[in-house]
């Protein structure tokens, strides 16, 4: 067979609708291996748990690690005005300590003070 027959034979194949099909059975053929070794992996892998293995919340109802407390602004020091305060100077925190106690009902509040909002337009300097 020569090479100009060879590609007629090729074209008349593909033509024909004879490659299409032999190209969808390779490709059923891959999933379907795809699909079975997943479900081999999946059979060796270990059972989920039961209900009652699963683990428990403690008794006091809070999430294990978990921390309630308040914050609040630590006092800033004050200098004489010739000198000034050196950032290792100051606390480390932050600027915030805990409180055992929560801030009163007053120290929640907003200020008053319109925020402006980001898109709202105002100033957001109480304008």
């Not at 020569?2 to 024909?16: D, F, K, M, P």
């Not at 795809?34 to 428990?56: I, S």
């Not at 004050?78 to 805990?98: I, S």
């Amino acid at each position: 067979m020569n090479t100009l027959s060879a590609e007629i034979l090729a074209a008349g194949v593909w033509q024909s609708g004879l490659a299409q099909v032999l190209g969808g059975l390779v490709l059923v053929a891959l999933l379907i291996g795809a699909f079975w070794f997943g479900f081999r992996v999946r059979t060796r892998e270990p059972r989920p748990p039961k209900p009652d293995e699963q683990p428990h919340r403690p008794d006091t109802g809070a999430l294990p690690g978990e921390m309630s407390e308040y914050r609040r602004g630590t006092e800033m020091p004050h200098t004489d005005g010739a000198h000034r305060l050196m950032p290792y100077q100051l606390k480390d925190g932050g600027g915030t300590e805990t409180s055992p106690t929560p801030p009163s009902e007053e120290k929640r509040k907003w200020g008053g003070i319109s925020s402006g909002g980001f898109g709202s337009g105002g100033t957001g300097h109480g304008d």
